[in-house]
């Protein structure tokens, strides 16, 4: 499975983004798709995931309520409507896929993941 993810860019605290994240290749290998994020000098962390079937979402306790992920099976695209960003949201978001569930715990383990793509940077200014 390859993956493209865009979206990013420089946006003022409080502004919105929306991230995507297309699929290509064996994409029935992408049972579930997730974002995870790394911010300077700091360690990859998880941010929201998906089911690409049922469309059964996760987040992160730091974006529950301003970010919202959905899919289109159809186009084999993930999105990622970030809205109320933070200076703390400054990172470079990438997107990646399981080939199986993994429960709420698994998720949040990126060694867990197959595939990633290469990333996007969102930078927020105060």
């Known amino acids: 499975v390859q993956l493209q993810a865009s979206g990013g860019g420089l946006v003022q605290a409080g502004g919105s983004l929306r991230l995507s994240c297309s699929a290509s290749?064996?994409?029935?290998?992408?049972?579930?798709m997730a974002w995870f994020r790394q911010a300077p000098g700091k360690s990859r962390e998880f941010v929201a995931s998906?089911?690409?079937?049922?469309?059964?979402?996760d987040y992160a306790d730091f974006v529950k309520g301003r970010f919202t992920i959905s899919r289109d099976s159809a186009l084999n695209t993930m999105y990622l409507q970030m809205t109320n960003l933070k200076t703390e949201d400054t990172a470079v978001y990438s997107c990646?896929?399981?080939?199986?569930?993994?429960?709420?715990?698994?998720?949040?383990?990126?060694?867990?993941?197959?595939?990633w793509g290469q990333g996007t940077l969102v930078t927020v200014s105060s």
């Open positions: 990646t896929t399981s080939r199986v569930h993994l429960n709420g715990r698994e998720s949040r383990v990126d060694a867990l993941y197959d595939y």
């Open positions: 290749g064996r994409t029935s290998d992408a049972f579930m």
């Open positions: 998906i089911t690409m079937g049922r469309g059964t979402s």
